[in-house]
C-alpha cells in the first residue's frame, strides 16, 4: 500500500535500512518516493505544454517527510555514504558510526585529522543548538558560501554532521539545520560493533532492500571501494546469510 503518513514513511526506512528519497540513477537503494507515488509517478504538475509549474502533492509531502524525519529522530538524513542525501534507519547508525573508528562520544570527532575550515564548522555547530548554513557562515564570520558548504558536506561524509530538519528563509528553498550525529543519535550509538560486523549488517541491510545486486551496486550505496564491498559479501554467502550466483559473467548476491 502506498505511504501516507510520516509515521508510515519512518516505517518504510526503518524496514529497508537505507533509502534514497527520490531515484537516484547510480543507486539501487529503494526510493521513498516510490514508495509514496509508485514507479511511474510525475513529481510535477504541469501546464498545457508539458513545463512543470509546481510540485505535486504527493511530492509536497516527500518534500514535507525527508526533513521531518530527521527533525523528529525517526530517520537519520544526510550525505553520510557518499555525495548523495540517503535516509537511514537508526538501527544501522552503530553500525555506520562504528566504521568511522570513534568512540561514539559527543565530541569525538576531535581526534580525527580534521581541515581548519571543517574543525571550526564541527566547532560551532557542538556550541550551539543545530544551525543551518546562513547561520554558521554568519557565527564563522565567513562571506563565501562554498568553501562552508564544502566542509559540511564532508564532515557528513565522516558523519560528524547530519541533517536536523529545515528551517523557511526569506528568499528561496528552506535550509537544511545540521547537528552533530554522535549529539543527534547518541541513544544509538550506545553499542558500537566490531568493523568487520558492522560491514556485513550494512551489505544485509542493502541485500534486503533489493532483488539482487553485484559489488559495485553495494559499494556505491555505502561508499566502499568494490573489492572490499565484494569481500563483505563473499563472507556473508560462505555464512548462509546471502546467496550468490551468475548472470552474463556478473556475480549477483541476493538475501
Known sequence: MAISSLKEAAAFVDRVGVAVPWGKADLVLPSLWQGIAGPDADWAIRDETGAAIEFSPKFQRLWRWKD??????????????????????????????????????????????????????????????????????????????????????????????????????????RAIRQDILARRWQKSLTRLPKKDEARRELALAVLAGTDKVSAADVAAALGWRRKQAESVLSDLSDFGRAQTREEDGLRLWSS
Open 68 to 173: 521531518e524525519l530527521p527533525e523528529q529522530r525517526l530517520a537519520c538524513a544526510g550525505k553520510h555514504f557518499g555525495s548523495g542525501a540517503l535516509l537511514i534507519a537508526p538501527r544501522l547508525l552503530a553500525a555506520a558510526y562504528s566504521l568511522t573508528g570513534r568512540s561514539g562520544e559527543v565530541d569525538d570527532f576531535r581526534v580525527d585529522e580534521l581541515e581548519t575550515l571543517e574543525t571550526e564548522v564541527a566547532e560551532i555547530v557542538l556550541e550551539n543548538e543545530p544551525l543551518t548554513g546562513p547561520e554558521i557562515r554568519q557565527l564563522l564570520g565567513a562571506t563565501d558560501r562554498k568553501p562552508v558548504d564544502r566542509a559540511v558536506a564532508r564532515l557528513q561524509r565522516r558523519l560528524v554532521l547530519t541533517n536536523a530538519g529545515a528551517a523557511e528563509q526569506a528568499q528561496g528553498w
